[in-house]
Nanobody
Framework: QVQLVESGGGLVQAGGSLRLSCVVS????????MDWYRQAPGQERELVAQ???????NYADSVKGRFTISRDNFKKTVYLQMNNLKPEDTGDYYC???????????????????WGQGTLVTVSS
């Protein structure tokens, strides 16, 4: 039903750039804030970037000034532009959706979370 499919990962040299994409199927995107997480080998999964339904953004300190999150509401796609990549950026990158919708006139809401399968980014020195 609802699926998040990431793409764009690969091998890049330090200082290079990659752009990740996450295509969201199902009728949730317009009511979902979107996140990018990453997990390095042997490390905990960490939040990298966030974008709300209104387009406000937040970034982890480690990527601020180098990464940019954006969304295309018509294509139902969220992007992560990664510039000046460093070896410590290596890891599996995951797309995450935080869905919230008012479903009746009484104001009842439905909230759900969805995860993509991940895409591997490897930055060589």
């Amino acid at each position: 039903q609802v699926q998040l499919v990431e793409s764009g990962g690969g091998l890049v040299q330090a200082g290079g750039s990659l752009r990740l994409s996450c295509v969201v199927s199902g009728n949730i995107f317009s009511d979902s804030s979107m996140d990018w997480y990453r997990q390095a080998p042997g490390q905990e999964r960490e939040l990298v970037a966030q974008i709300t339904t209104g387009g406000s953004t937040n970034y982890a300190d480690s990527v601020k000034g180098r990464f940019t999150i954006s969304r295309d509401n018509f294509k139902k796609t969220v992007y992560l532009q990664m510039n000046n990549l460093k070896p410590e950026d290596t890891g599996d990158y995951y797309c995450h959706a935080r869905f919230s919708r008012v479903v009746n006139v009484e104001g009842a809401t439905v909230k759900k979370e969805y995860w993509g399968q991940g895409t591997l980014v490897t930055v060589s020195s």
